[in-house]
């Protein structure tokens, strides 16, 4: 066994998190989506084929081309910036000032370690001052910045990152519990635990409102 070999089974399942932003290479996306899907298929193909599968099977052809797609179209398409939600807002005139939640956000994302699914729920709040915004632009904020390799830890700040820079506000609140199936379906093959990760910035950083906050989602 190699020592960088021996370095990643040291590492295993810890949560390494380098930076706040998603690892990209500069020239992440001088090459199309077509093409993308094209070579994620061969090289499917190639992992298939050294797992023993016979691709022949009728069951099995067409697989490399549906994961291919399912990645460059569906699960990882967040890494594109392109796909990132336009947030539009809203002149506050019912004067609201309180605080807003969306809760239970369904949360689909995927471990960068093991590329295993992270399933969980997002909460969001944030406390209106001139301007809302609409409440599905903060699920499919969520979805964008789920839609890549993650750690739940940078997750949840992205989140929160992308919605003080639309609200021009700090007043912002972004709770995440999940699990992670490289946890529970691999490895110490714990099905009972969870994640909890939590960002808070402005007015949620008082303890009366973070308190607030975690009561409402109760």
């Given at each position: 066994?190699?020592?960088?070999?021996?370095?990643?089974?040291?590492?295993?399942?810890?949560?390494?998190?380098?930076?706040?932003?998603t690892?990209?290479?500069?020239?992440?996306?001088?090459?199309?989506?077509?093409?993308?899907?094209?070579?994620?298929?061969?090289?499917?193909?190639?992992?298939?084929?050294?797992?023993g599968?016979?691709?022949?099977?009728?069951?099995?052809?067409?697989?490399?081309?549906?994961?291919?797609?399912?990645?460059?179209?569906?699960?990882?398409?967040?890494?594109?910036?392109?796909?990132?939600?336009?947030?539009?807002?809203?002149?506050?005139?019912?004067?609201?000032?309180?605080?807003?939640?969306?809760?239970d956000?369904?949360?689909?994302s995927?471990?960068?370690?093991?590329?295993?699914?992270?399933?969980?729920?997002?909460?969001?709040?944030?406390?209106?001052?001139?301007?809302?915004?609409?409440?599905?632009?903060?699920?499919?904020?969520?979805?964008?910045y789920?839609?890549?390799?993650?750690?739940?830890?940078?997750l949840?700040?992205?989140?929160?990152?992308?919605?003080?820079?639309?609200?021009?506000?700090?007043?912002?609140?972004?709770l995440?519990?999940?699990?992670?199936?490289?946890?529970?379906?691999?490895?110490?093959?714990?099905?009972?635990?969870?994640?909890?990760?939590?960002?808070?910035?402005?007015?949620?950083?008082?303890?009366?409102?973070?308190?607030?906050?975690?009561?409402?989602?109760?």
């Amino acid at each position: 066994m190699s020592v960088q070999t021996e370095t990643y089974d040291l590492i295993g399942d810890d949560h390494l998190s380098t930076s706040s932003e998603t690892p990209l290479r500069k020239d992440a996306f001088d090459i199309n989506d077509d093409l993308k899907i094209t070579l994620i298929q061969e090289h499917f193909k190639e992992i298939m084929h050294i797992l023993g599968l016979d691709l022949n099977d009728d069951s099995l052809k067409g697989t490399p081309y549906r994961v291919a797609k399912m990645y460059v179209k569906e699960i990882f398409s967040g890494l594109n910036p392109e796909n990132k939600p336009e947030v539009a807002l809203f002149e506050n005139k019912y004067d609201y000032r309180e605080m807003l939640i969306e809760k239970d956000i369904t949360l689909y994302s995927y471990c960068e370690h093991h590329f295993v699914p992270i399933v969980g729920k997002a909460h969001v709040a944030y406390i209106a001052n001139g301007t809302v915004i609409g409440l599905s632009k903060i699920n499919r904020l969520v979805q964008y910045y789920s839609k890549r390799p993650q750690v739940q830890e940078r997750l949840t700040n992205q989140i929160a990152e992308a919605l003080k820079e639309a609200l021009g506000s700090e007043d912002v609140a972004v709770l995440i519990e999940a699990e992670h199936l490289c946890v529970s379906s691999r490895g110490i093959k714990d099905t009972n635990s969870r994640t909890i990760t939590a960002s808070y910035s402005g007015k949620f950083k008082e303890e009366k409102t973070k308190t607030e906050f975690i009561a409402l989602l109760k």
